[in-house]
Nanobody, 124 residues
């Protein structure tokens, strides 16, 4: 079993920055994709960003491209989501997820493991 733990959430003002972390523990996967999703109250879970671990290919949702950056530390199975120029519409619970290296990375059902989520609240 793989366990994922998100951290770094909190409150920020519009235009500010936060850094989220996702740490994997338990059974180690040799090849995988790690993604970030978010869900606001009353809305569906939406794709934010993903990284294919081997090779480091990056993908971003249009809504965060140019503002958010996903990165990795492979030795620790650790990923970061650096969020800059935050907007009120970024307010949501952010989830880390892991799935096979080759998947439809914008589709939640493609991922096998999920963290419990971390709250991000942006005020104006």
């Amino acid at each position: 079993q793989v366990q994922l733990v998100e951290s770094g959430g909190g409150s920020a003002q519009a235009g500010g920055s936060l850094r989220l972390s996702c740490a994997a523990s338990g059974r180690t996967l040799s090849r995988f994709t790690m993604g970030w999703f978010r869900q606001a109250p009353g809305k569906e879970r939406e794709f934010v960003a993903a990284i294919i671990w081997i090779g480091g290919l990056l993908h971003y949702a249009d809504s965060v491209k140019g503002r958010f950056t996903i990165s990795r530390h492979g030795a620790e199975n650790l990923a970061y989501l650096d969020m800059n120029d935050l907007k009120r519409e970024d307010t949501a619970v952010y989830y880390c997820a892991v799935g096979p290296s080759k998947l439809s990375l914008r589709v939640p059902d493609e991922y096998e493991y999920w963290g419990q989520g971390t709250q991000v609240t942006v005020s104006s």
